[in-house]
């Protein structure tokens, strides 16, 4: 019997990406798998966002920095783990940006008080001191290469959802299927990159959001210069008075 697919609601500023499997006939139900989930609160202006995952709190973190080994070079994963987590969240940085960018610190917490353990990733890029991003494929490869690493030990048996900010929101969305995650959250998605006036329009990124088959959250300025993707049925966009650094 093929999984059932997470939940998507959404009602007045309220979205939430939930997995609930609650089919009585798939494995992971006698196991005891949490009911996790996003939940983003919009305030009535616009004006401030609150981002909490529904489950127990985690009271006393964990805190550790692992190294991976990955094909695109060494990636560098800052774990914040519960004793008892409900879920796994991974989260990846801007192009530009490292992990401490503050809308990635403000989900950290959040999810860390309601029993997710959160892994903030540094591409190797980063890790090896450079600032312009590696191509998408290495991004991806070591991406993935994280999310298998995490699925061997911290991760293991977890409910899994990614996501990042800015590009770390695009390789969130190009390797959700293949990492098995349950949801996406992206934090100001680059989708059409702003327009130079000696180079032509560059393509628009909406393919790699509409290429995720799983609930989706966007988390995007309504000044943000790269524009406001579209919601879908499995899409759901929540604009917040704010640029691209949200």
């Known amino acids: 019997m093929r999984d059932p697919k997470p939940v998507l609601r959404g009602r007045s500023g309220r979205v939430a990406i939930r997995s609930l499997r609650q089919c ?3 494995p992971a139900r006698n196991h005891a798998t949490p009911r996790v989930g996003l939940c983003l609160v919009q305030s009535s202006d616009c004006s401030a966002v ?13 805190v550790r920095v692992l190294e991976v080994v990955t094909p695109a070079g060494l990636a560098r994963v800052h774990l914040h783990g519960c004793d008892s987590p409900r879920a796994g969240l991974l989260l990846g940085h801007g192009a530009g940006g490292g992990v401490e960018a503050p809308d ?9 008080t309601e029993g997710v353990s959160v892994g903030l ?6 890790v090896a001191g450079r600032r312009s991003p590696a191509p998408a494929g290495q991004l991806d490869a070591a991406a993935i290469a994280v ?8 991760f293991r048996g977890l409910p899994l959802l990614v996501g990042g900010r800015s590009l770390g929101a695009r390789v969130a969305c190009r390797t959700a299927g293949l990492t098995g995650a349950i949801a996406v959250l992206c934090l100001a998605f680059p989708l ?8 032509a329009r560059a393509p628009s990124r909406l393919p790699e959001l509409d290429a995720v088959l799983v609930p989706t959250l966007v988390v995007q300025g309504t000044r943000d210069p790269f524009g406001m993707p ?5 899409r759901t966009v929540v604009e917040v008075a704010a640029d691209h650094s949200l």
């Open 50 to 62: 609150t981002l909490t995952v529904t489950g127990s709190s985690c009271h006393h973190p964990l």
């Open 192 to 199: 059409q990159p702003p327009r130079r006036s000696e180079t």
């Open 24 to 26: 009585r006939h798939h």
């Open 230 to 234: 579209p919601p879908n049925g499995r």
């Open 147 to 154: 999310v298998a690493r995490l699925r061997e030990r911290e």
């Open 104 to 112: 990635l610190v403000a989900v950290r917490e959040i999810a860390l």
């Open 121 to 126: 990733v540094e591409q190797p890029y980063r």
